[in-house]
T-cell receptor, first 116, second 113 residues
């Protein structure tokens, strides 16, 4: 079974600063995907970024980038030039890449607050 | 393109009753997954449907069931409600073609009294 650990329950940062959210996972699988999802207060979950385990290059999406360390089973999210709209719960998620499998295993989340 | 929609958005039920929640996926998406979100247990996978068949199932009691229709819309049913079933129930859809990206609906907030 896979486990996902987010060790930072809460974080806060000043607007325009850079913040890094941590995520570690445990799996014996070799082929998998990792995701970061964002859940703003009282709003729906949004996919932020995706990383395929077989790709060495770290994924980036505008101000969001990841640091994927496969050997260390670490998958952190960096948010650059943080904005007030980035205030949300952030969930790290694991998915075993097997056709027909759509089960996401989530971490407990990090509540990120951007301070004006 | 319309996103994932869920109805109703809020529900209040009494212990022992049953409830049905509905999810309409993004057009073209054939896979629908259901998750339960609670403060104590976090996000937990309930089950996933593809082409009207349950493909994956999480560790929930048999009181939790679901189905999928030919238009990919899905329903989940909880029978004999317990106080612990109070949660946000999230539905997610995907193409299920190997990119594994799931898109979530706004959820149904179920309160059991």
């Amino acid at each position: 079974a896979q486990t996902v650990t987010q060790s930072q329950p809460e974080m806060s940062v000043q607007e325009a600063e850079t913040v890094t959210l941590s995520c570690t996972y445990d799996t014996s699988e070799s082929n998998y995907y990792l995701f970061w999802y964002k859940q703003p207060p009282s709003r729906q979950m949004i996919l932020v970024i995706r990383q395929e385990a077989y790709k060495q290059q770290n994924a980036t999406e505008n101000r969001f980038s990841v640091n994927f360390q496969k050997a260390a089973k670490s998958f952190s999210l960096k948010i650059s030039d943080s904005q007030l709209g980035d205030t949300a719960m952030y969930f790290c998620a694991f998915l075993r890449a097997n056709f027909g499998n759509e089960k996401l295993t989530f971490g407990t989340g990090t509540r990120l607050t951007i301070i004006p | 393109k319309a996103g994932v929609t869920q109805t109703p958005r809020y529900l209040i039920k009494t212990r022992g009753q049953q409830v049905t929640l509905s999810c309409s996926p993004i057009s073209g998406h054939r896979s629908v997954s259901w998750y339960q979100q609670t403060p104590g247990q976090g996000l937990q996978f309930l089950f996933e449907y593809f082409s009207e068949t349950q493909r994956n199932k999480g560790n929930f009691p048999g009181r939790f069931s679901g189905r999928q229709f030919s238009n990919s819309r899905s329903e989940m049913n909880v029978s004999t409600l317990e106080l612990g079933d109070s949660a946000l129930y999230l539905c997610a859809s995907s193409f299920s073609t190997g990119n594994y990206e799931q898109y979530f609906g706004p959820g149904t907030r179920l309160t059991v009294t």
